[in-house]
């Protein structure tokens, strides 16, 4: 008589992957210095009109689905109360939200930096992302590496390709015989763009985030690849007030302003943005291009997408696209 050995196994040991919604494309209206609303709606209402006809192109590229439905598509917008708090929500966000209108725009969603590098208020028992992003790194050491510079986690630099060796002699002043080598990036095309990218200054146990590593975990939060033990993470909160606190901590990370609104996260995103964040977003695509992603959440969009038709890169770093408009 056979006997089957039963198998068991602890739940606990096999977290699960919260499941997140899904639009086909998030698509952000822009993300402003809060010197830029100092400028007052003059500012707020050029930035909108500039960015209107980019966001009619951005909807119209990406096209009816393979089932002849309309996709999903959201909006976004980030505001910055992380580097600096020179006004508040109450006198701030209003005007956004009106010149936005004015030009015919929604913003479904409005997102607070400080949600991409600090805890949560309302889930303390949980991780900073930024933190949390900074363990998910996996360099790519460039052919030839001898390992020599300390990793990332302790020097807060991440590169893609190979540094320019530090001593810079001549070969006449060298008796090993060693030159100046310049920096190389890896996989180049012909010739080098070699970039080295700053990810936070500051002591350790009180860093302050670069624009660059804050927008790759802004990128990674659209995409709805980051979780938290298995939960998933800055969830948008409903918001309903008709006003809004005189305090940016008094505010969820994320908020839904449109009860209408598609899903926050999505599939692939499209950011209009003014072209001084060109070299920030460049170097966004470095730091994804390194980001170690769980399996369990790459998955589950793979298999929503393409239940739905709907094609995805395999790539994290080409779900991402950009307009930079003149003028912006």
């Not at 949600?115 to 030839?144: F, I, K, M, N, T």
């Not at 909160?237 to 969820?252: G, I, R, S």
Request: aromatic share 8%.
């Amino acid at each position: 008589m056979n006997r089957s050995a039963a198998v068991f196994r602890e739940t606990s040991a096999e977290p699960r992957t919260e499941s997140v919604p899904f639009s086909h494309l998030s698509l952000e209206l822009g993300h402003l210095y809060m010197e830029d609303f100092v400028e007052g709606p003059t500012r707020l209402r050029s930035h909108f009109a500039a960015v209107r006809p980019w966001v009619e192109a951005a909807r119209a590229g990406l096209g009816p689905l393979s089932s002849g439905k309309r996709p999903r598509i959201s909006t976004c917008f980030l505001i910055d109360d992380y580097f600096s708090l020179l006004s508040t929500p109450a006198e701030l966000i209003p005007p956004l939200l009106e010149a936005a209108a004015e030009a015919g725009l929604t913003i479904d969603y409005l997102a607070r930096e400080s949600g991409c590098a600090v805890a949560d208020p309302a889930h303390q028992d949980r991780a900073e992302l930024a933190e949390s992003v900074l363990h998910r790194l996996v360099e790519s050491p460039p052919p030839g590496s001898n390992s020599f510079r300390p990793p990332v986690s302790r020097t807060g630099w991440l590169t893609n390709g190979r540094r320019a060796p530090g001593r810079r002699t001549s070969a006449a002043l060298d008796s090993t015989g060693t030159v100046w080598q310049p920096p190389s990036e890896t996989g180049a095309r012909g010739h080098s763009v070699f970039m080295d990218v700053e990810l936070w200054n500051g002591p350790e146990d009180d860093r302050t985030w670069s624009c660059a590593f804050l927008a790759s975990v802004w990128q990674l939060v659209r995409l709805g690849l980051l979780r938290d033990n298995g939960r998933a993470v800055l969830t948008p909160t409903p918001w309903d007030d008709k006003e809004f606190p005189a305090e940016w901590d008094a505010l969820p990370p994320v908020l839904r302003l449109n009860p209408r609104a598609s899903p926050f996260t999505a599939y692939v995103t499209c950011s209009v943005l003014p072209a001084r964040f060109l070299p920030v977003e460049h170097a966004v695509r470095v730091i994804l291009d390194q980001v170690h992603v769980e399996a369990e959440a790459l998955d589950q969009v793979a298999e929503r997408s393409a239940a739905e038709g709907f094609a995805v890169p395999t790539g994290v770093v080409d779900r991402t696209s950009y307009v930079f408009p003149p003028g912006l």
